[in-house]
């Protein structure tokens, strides 16, 4: 038995997310059905974490046991002709016997890309988010910064989720504008669910000066989640890479 | 009666192109249908052109005779409400009587962009279309001034066309590289099916090496479609602009 590790791009426009749903177009459900194609072996595409319907991927990771003995340089070549356009393998190699890609995971990076003020852009619909108010650039990029270290994210999640644990780290943001685009670069140990969402919607919104800009620093001590900005839309959302070591 | 003049930009990757069709998702037919959920009127959207299944548009124009008596200004922005997201009204304004969007139109430009070499895309797999191989960029836009002038584009045609005459006039052609991605922009007094992606197929060919330099010259004496490269793929292709006058 081999445990391999598979890099993913997808675009994730025409997905009802990553997870697979018994007849839902997913991007594990055509994973798993493109490999039993190719192998005539029913596997499991453990993925780093799921990714919501509308959300794209450059870099996710899946770990996945297979008696398989294709080699490695085929099997990407091969899979990719019978995968959709929309997902791409980027790479596939030997993994450790206890990779997971779940729980070994130690770094994530999400990109966000937001186009700000002016109109909703046709082409640009599946691949952006639209925030419809000019913002001050600099005063979000000095209130990301907040955001780095340890925290109590629970403001930051959805308000129905079931985990107990709300501490995770950010290590890194990065925001950079070009023209009415700006771009948000995050990076830590784990994220909750719609919490990339709500970081960038809250950093709009103290951008535009409808939220204060200690927001943020305060939302960790309010646990509130009605002190912070909207849910961004999921189309603007990258899962950009997954790092182990 | 007004004659009004509408400038359209749409991502046709869930479109069956332009051109109504009963039970399917076409550009004209979603904008007729929002017109008349605005307007309770049954207009017609004339296209200055139809485009193809997955073709983009950043500057349709259609032009469109209403009694409606709405105010331009807000029948962009409460048309726009009831368009999906991948279909926008740039603009629209009042058109002499005489106004017809395709019968008036004098220039149309097209982009297309390619990927080429390396591996396909999964994020831009509806936007760019690909070449797999490494060109000589200096050869294709040697290539490519090849084309300007009033020629018979008879071989850059789809073969089953019902076109009579074949003389087109190409304006001008602009080739740009940014690392992996072309950028090809023509300009024309008008454009028989498929020509545009063909030319495109064409000039990487040549790049490529795969068909000789002079083939484009070649092909407006011998007008036997076969000497030119294949038809590049609908997704990478955008209507740029049309223009009147």
């Known amino acids: 038995m081999r445990n391999l590790k598979f890099v993913i791009e997808y675009n994730g426009a025409d997905f009802f997310g990553w997870q697979r749903q018994e007849g839902k177009r997913t991007v ?26 509308g959300v794209h991927a450059f870099g996710q990771v899946a770990s996945v046991k297979t008696d398989a003995k294709i080699p490695l340089k085929n099997l990407k070549l091969t899979f990719n002709n019978l995968l959709p356009t929309d997902i791409r393998i980027v790479r596939v190699e030997n993994a450790p016997d206890d990779f997971h890609a779940r729980f070994s995971a130690k770094r994530k990076t999400y990109l966000y890309i937001a186009k700000v003020g002016g109109e909703r852009s046709a082409i640009d619909c599946k691949t952006v988010g639209f925030y419809p108010y000019k913002v001050d650039f600099e005063k979000m990029k000095n209130a990301s910064l907040q955001l780095v270290g340890k925290h109590n994210f629970k403001a930051f999640s959805a308000a129905d989720t079931s985990v107990k644990n709300f501490e995770r780290e950010i290590f890194d943001v990065k925001l950079s504008r070009r023209g009415q685009l700006i771009k948000f670069e995050i990076s830590g140990n784990g994220f909750l669910y719609n919490m990339v969402r709500i970081i960038v919607g809250s950093l709009l919104d103290i951008g535009r000066g409808k939220l204060d800009e200690n927001s943020i620093k305060n939302a960790f001590k309010n646990c509130n989640r009605n002190t912070l900005g909207k849910t961004m839309e999921p189309n603007g959302l990258y899962l950009k890479s997954v790092k182990y070591l």
Do not use: Y
């Open 28 to 53: 594990q459900g055509e994973l798993e059905r493109a490999f039993f194609e190719l192998t005539k072996e029913k596997v499991i595409f453990e993925g780093s974490g799921r990714t919501d319907k």
